[in-house]
C-alpha cells in the first residue's frame, strides 16, 4: 500500500504546483486573475488528499495515522480555496483581491502541512 500512497502523494504535490504556479505566474502582472488551474489544483489537491488520509485511518500504512485535527484544518482551507477558484473563474478580471486570498490561503496550507505534521507515527 505504500506505493499507492506515495503516488497520491505525488499527485497531491502536482496538484500543489498548478495552484500556487498559477499563482505565482501572476505576480508579475497588473491583471491578476482567477485561472482554470487554480480551481484543478485545488480539485487535485482535495481529492488525493482525502485519499491519503483514507489510507492512513484504514491502517493501510503500517504504524502510521492521521492526526484528524490537522487533516480537519487543512480540508477546510482547501474547500475554501476551491470554491474562491471557482467563482473567481466565472468573474472578469482584474480579481486582485480574490487571486491574494487563494494564493494566501495556498501558502497557509502548505505551512500547516509542514510545521504541524499530517502523519503521527
Known amino acids: 500500500m505504500s506505493v499507492v500512497y ?3 502523494l505525488v499527485l497531491h504535490f502536482v496538484g500543489l504546483a498548478m495552484l500556487l504556479g498559477a499563482f505565482i505566474l ?3 502582472s497588473p491583471q491578476k486573475t482567477v485561472t482554470r488551474w487554480m480551481f484543478d489544483g485545488a480539485v487535485t489537491q ?9 489510507l ?5 500504512m503500517e504504524g502510521e495515522s492521521a492526526n484528524n ?3 480537519g484544518i487543512k480540508t477546510l482551507v482547501v474547500i475554501v480555496v476551491a470554491i474562491l477558484a471557482f467563482i473567481g473563474r ?6 486582485a483581491a480574490l487571486w491574494g486570498i487563494i494564493g494566501l490561503l495556498t501558502l497557509l496550507n502548505v505551512c500547516v502541512a509542514v ?3 499530517i502523519v503521527v507515527g
Open 6 to 8: 506515495n503516488i497520491l
Open 115 to 117: 510545521f504541524a505534521g
Open 69 to 71: 485535527t490537522v487533516v
Open 26 to 28: 501572476q505576480v508579475a
Open 56 to 60: 492512513l485511518s484504514a491502517g493501510a
Open 46 to 54: 482535495l481529492v488525493t488528499g482525502l485519499a491519503m488520509v483514507g
Open 90 to 95: 466565472r468573474r472578469p478580471a482584474p480579481q
